[in-house]
């Protein structure tokens, strides 16, 4: 963001909607501390967003007080059975993952290598996220 990263503090981040590669933009109110950020806002218009290259995307996250949900999107659209990692749910026609505990959740997998941007929409101001890592190809 072109705030920069504000830590120690909470701070209302917003998205200037033109994205780098492997840059994390915020929108809304986040905390941030060296190594995770915690969602501190209460609109749904709020989110943390972030373009890469990947067949495989993973993120450590952790619930901060209870246990909490996120809303987690693929270039705008919600993910599918064809796309979704091992953690997420979808329901409605949305998809979601659910913070239960402090681990590596399985965000997405796509069928083939791509260019993508991934949104996370957190639920309340317990979701906390640490690292995002990467799978680029599968050895078989």
Same mark, same amino acid.
């Given at each position: ?32 501390? =060296?190594?995770?950020?915690?969602? &501190? /806002? ?9 373009? $890469?290259?990947? #067949? %495989? ?20 659209? =919600?993910?599918?059975?064809?796309? &979704? /990692? ?9 998809? $979601?993952?659910? #913070? %239960? ?20 929409? =957190? ?18």
């Amino acid at each position: 963001n072109p705030e920069g990263y504000k830590t120690y503090g909470e701070f209302e981040y917003k998205d200037p909607r033109e994205h780098f590669d492997g840059e994390i933009y915020l929108n809304g109110r986040w905390l941030a501390f =060296p190594e995770f950020l915690q969602y &501190k /806002g209460a609109s749904e218009s709020d989110y943390l967003a972030l373009k $890469y290259h990947a #067949l %495989e995307l993973n993120a450590v996250m952790k619930p901060q007080k209870e246990k909490t949900k996120a809303e987690v999107l693929q270039d705008e659209k =919600p993910l599918t059975e064809e796309n &979704k /990692g091992e953690d997420v749910v979808i329901q409605r026609g949305r998809s $979601y993952v659910k #913070l %239960e505990s402090s681990k590596m959740y399985s965000l997405v997998k796509n069928p083939e290598f791509g260019h993508h941007e991934i949104k996370i929409i =957190p639920e309340s101001s317990s979701f906390s996220i640490y690292v995002f890592t990467f799978t680029s190809c599968i050895m078989e």
